[in-house]
């Protein structure tokens, strides 16, 4: 069965340094996601990407974060200067649905990776 | 305000008993979405119910949702100790595609 996945699984860095997660999602998925869960707290969204543009992001979503789809299978999340509170969990995720369905489809099913853990240090 | 509340935060139960979580939201919703999460790992998707959809059923999982309640609930029938995990639901609502997560309920099945 198709899966998203993420590297690297576990991401250690200095406060200030600048790191980027790496997703590969679903093949034939259009939407993808990026969601944090800072330990013990909710999952949060981040920021949602379609058509090689920002479709939605939240306000966590400042200007030290960016997303990037480099080639026909990467999906990345660049945080340029890391701050103690970045250390969380980082989830990407992907669905199916091309823009303009059907709201509530089940194709909006969104298929999370298993996530990599990033600690400030 | 909160989006998608889990209660209870935590259940205990023995292996082979039915548990119910319950998930509550505040605006009204495209579809609701329940995920397991083993601790430490990944989000796993279980089900999604429409807005339109009053109960639906994957295998063990049988999920329910009353609008008019703004509510939803996750039955797991004969529960397995591997089904020990944290249980969200999510919300999408609107033109939004991003989903707002619960607080989760951490299951606990005892063999």
């Known amino acids: 069965e198709p899966e998203v996945t993420q590297t690297p699984s576990h991401q250690v860095t200095q406060m200030g340094q600048e790191v980027i997660l790496r997703c590969v999602p679903i093949?034939?998925?259009?939407?993808f996601y990026w969601y944090r869960q800072i330990l013990g707290q909710k999952v949060e969204f981040l920021v949602s990407?379609?058509?090689?543009?920002?479709?939605?992001k939240s306000e966590i979503f400042d200007d030290q974060f960016s997303v990037e789809r480099p080639d026909g299978s990467n999906f990345t999340l660049k945080i340029r200067s890391t701050k103690l509170e970045d250390s969380a969990m980082y989830f990407c995720?992907?669905?199916?649905?091309?823009?303009?369905?059907?709201?509530?489809?089940?194709?909006?099913?969104?298929?999370f990776g298993p996530g990599t853990r990033l600690t400030v240090l | 305000s909160q989006q998608g509340e889990e209660d209870p935060q935590a259940l205990s139960i023995q292996e082979g008993e039915n548990a119910t979580m319950n998930c509550s939201y505040k605006?009204?919703?495209?579809?609701l979405q329940w995920y397991r999460q083993n601790s430490g790992r990944g989000l796993v998707h279980l089900i999604l119910?429409?807005?339109?959809?009053r109960e639906k059923h994957s295998g063990r999982l049988r999920v329910t949702l009353d609008t008019s309640k703004k509510s939803s609930s996750l039955l797991i029938t004969a529960s397995r100790a591997a089904d020990t995990a944290s249980y969200f639901c999510?919300?999408?609502?609107?033109?939004?595609?991003?989903?707002?997560f619960g607080s989760g309920t951490q299951l606990t099945v005892l063999p």
């Open positions: 093949s034939n998925h259009l939407y």
């Open positions: 999510a919300t999408n609502s609107g033109s939004a595609r991003q989903l707002t």
């Open positions: 605006t009204s919703i495209n579809n």
């Open positions: 995720a992907s669905s199916e649905a091309p823009f303009g369905f059907d709201r509530g489809d089940s194709t909006d099913t969104q298929y």
């Open positions: 990407f379609y058509n090689n543009e920002i479709s939605e």
């Open positions: 119910i429409r807005s339109n959809e």
